[in-house]
């Protein structure tokens, strides 16, 4: 998104990332997105207060767009893309790897932070290659939970534990 030609871009987490069992993740997912990317990380409580947030943005997008119009400036200086060059600036951005969506989920998972979801890429690129490294040693599922932890320093026992859980039991 930062790379779409937009200037402020704002990241709206609705809830307490405190009352998820995800909360470590969350909470980091939200500092990089804020501290690393530039992002405005803005936090509602509920689904009414995301409304209202969204009433007041609304407001404040148009109120700064009707002032600036209402200046005399070059007509030719832009304020910002047109939709249609908005979409077309998004399309030309670097796709989605499978990495990446990996990545996003490992996040989800309790106790793994961006360090473990990117220690277990630098093995395991995907998911797929991460199940066939369980489904080598199939049958000794202490084995199967200690893997990642045995492998990298940067992964604890508990999120060795759980990702395994995510990717190979059900």
Known sequence: MWRCGLQKLIYLIEGD??????????????FTTEILEGFDVQ?????ADTVK?????????????TTQSSHSFDKSERICPSYE???KTCQDLEKMTVSDV????LMQVPQ?????ALAVL???????????????IE????????????QSKAIGAGASRNIYKLVWRS
Do not use: C, W
């Not at 793994?112 to 473990?116: C, K, L, M, Y």
């Not at 630098?122 to 080598?136: F, G, I, N, Q």
């Not at 049958?139 to 045995?150: I, S």
């Open 85 to 87: 060059e908005f979409i």
């Open 139 to 150: 049958g000794d599922v202490r084995a199967q939970e200690d893997m990642l932890r045995n």
């Open 17 to 30: 990332p405190n009352s998820s069992e995800a909360a470590e993740s969350i909470k980091t997912a939200a």
């Open 102 to 105: 990996f990545a996003l989920q």
């Open 53 to 65: 947030k969204y009433g007041h943005l609304t407001h404040a997008i148009t109120h700064y767009y």
């Open 43 to 47: 936090r509602t409580s509920s689904v």
């Open 122 to 136: 630098d093995m395991y690129p995907t998911v797929l290659s991460l199940a066939r490294a369980y489904s080598e």
């Open 112 to 116: 793994v932070t961006e360090e473990v």
